[in-house]
Nanobody, 126 residues
Framework: QVQLVESGGGSVQAGGSLRLSCAASGRIFRSYAMGWFRQAPGKEREFVAAHRWSGGDIYYADSVKGRFTISRDNAKNTVYLQMNSLQPEDTAVYYC???????????????????WGQGTQVTVSS
């Protein structure tokens, strides 16, 4: 079992920055995918960014490329999402997700991930 706890959400003005953290506990293997998704009111959950716990295989949604950066601290078992140049359309609940990538893993699909955090709210005002 894997437990994920997000933190770092909040309210910022457009152009501002936030850093989200996802503290992972339990059995995290090097092959695991660690992903960030978001869900705005009335919209479906969408992919934001993901990478492999061991490094490499980094993916970003087109809407956040160049503004968001996913990273990790293995010693702290924590994954981060640095969000710069935030815009009102980035307002959503952000979720951390994890799962093993064995087999044909579709990194950007939320239904590929079995483990989810509780989410953290990000609100960007214009």
């Amino acid at each position: 079992q894997v437990q994920l706890v997000e933190s770092g959400g909040g309210s910022v003005q457009a152009g501002g920055s936030l850093r989200l953290s996802c503290a992972a506990s339990g059995r995290i293997f090097r092959s695991y995918a660690m992903g960030w998704f978001r869900q705005a009111p009335g919209k479906e959950r969408e992919f934001v960014a993901a990478h492999r716990w061991s490094g490499g295989d980094i993916y970003y949604a087109d809407s956040v490329k160049g503004r968001f950066t996913i990273s990790r601290d293995n010693a702290k078992n924590t994954v981060y999402l640095q969000m710069n140049s935030l815009q009102p359309e980035d307002t959503a609940v952000y979720y951390c997700a994890a799962d093993d990538t064995q087999g044909r893993f579709r990194w950007t699909r939320s239904d590929e991930y079995d483990y989810w955090g509780q989410g953290t709210q990000v609100t960007v005002s214009s």
